[in-house]
């Protein structure tokens, strides 16, 4: 199986794919989460992302998809995989579909998680992240067993800085710009599904698991 997460900031989609990779064996590329390792490690990509991951803006599509380029050479995506945050605009599904052809891959499904913006802003003003694992928890959806503290792993919890209200609506704004319109990429392929993600997420991952084995 592979497969996109798309959706807007907040949909969940963090959250969902970390279930269903582990539920269904799959690898789990989180272009977010690759590109704050790099940042955290002082890499060279990491420098230059920084300031857009701030700003709220997208990183430029080349160091983009040379990094996921690269993650997909790694030998645990061969047993399939579930793309978070990545395409993020046409350029980038395009520059996609060009690898996987090159590689003679199908692309099996495209979720869209379709959340309200109420309930968006809701979940990032509340949303905290590990910094060692990565694993998100909410302060009233979903707080963590100790303050602070990671369920998982001990890590300690933070607020990522582009969860911040302004960012949050830059973040808004690109996604409505440039990510909204894979929607309509992804349909004309025929390989769309549709999912309310405003519900609680085991909800989700159930509607989710059931379109899929439909297919
Ligand atoms: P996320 O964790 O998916 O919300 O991503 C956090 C930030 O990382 C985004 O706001 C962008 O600045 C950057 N980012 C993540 N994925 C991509 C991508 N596919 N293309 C460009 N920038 C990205």
């Not at 928890?137 to 792993?153: A, L, S, T, Y």
């Not at 960012?167 to 990510?179: A, G, H, I, W």
Request: proline residues 5%; aromatic residues 4%.
């Amino acid at each position: 199986m592979r497969m996109i997460l798309l959706g807007p900031p907040g949909a969940g989609k963090g959250t969902q794919a970390k279930i269903l990779a582990k539920k269904l064996n799959l690898a789990h590329i989180s272009t977010g989460d690759l590109l704050r390792q790099n940042v955290a490690a002082g890499t060279e990509l990491g420098r230059q992302a920084n300031d857009y991951m701030h700003k709220g803006l997208l990183v430029p599509d080349e160091l983009v998809s040379e990094m996921v380029g690269n993650r997909l050479k790694e030998r645990d995506t061969e047993k399939g995989w579930l793309f978070d945050g990545y395409p993020r605009n046409l350029k980038q599904a395009e520059s996609l579909d060009a690898l996987l052809e090159r590689g003679k891959i199908d692309l099996d499904c495209v979720i869209d998680l379709d959340a309200s913006e109420p309930v968006i802003i809701q979940r990032l003003s509340g949303r905290l992240a590990c910094g060692n694992c990565g694993a998100n928890f909410h302060i009233k959806n979903m707080p963590p067993r100790k303050p602070e503290i990671c369920d998982n792993c001990g890590g300690r919890l933070y607020q990522r800085p582009d969860d911040k209200e302004e960012t949050v609506k830059k973040r808004l704004e690109v996604y409505k710009k440039e990510t909204a319109a894979l929607i309509e990429y992804y349909r004309k392929q025929n390989k769309l599904q549709r999912v309310s993600a405003d519900l609680e997420p085991d909800i989700v991952v159930d509607k989710i698991l059931r379109l899929l084995k439909k297919k």
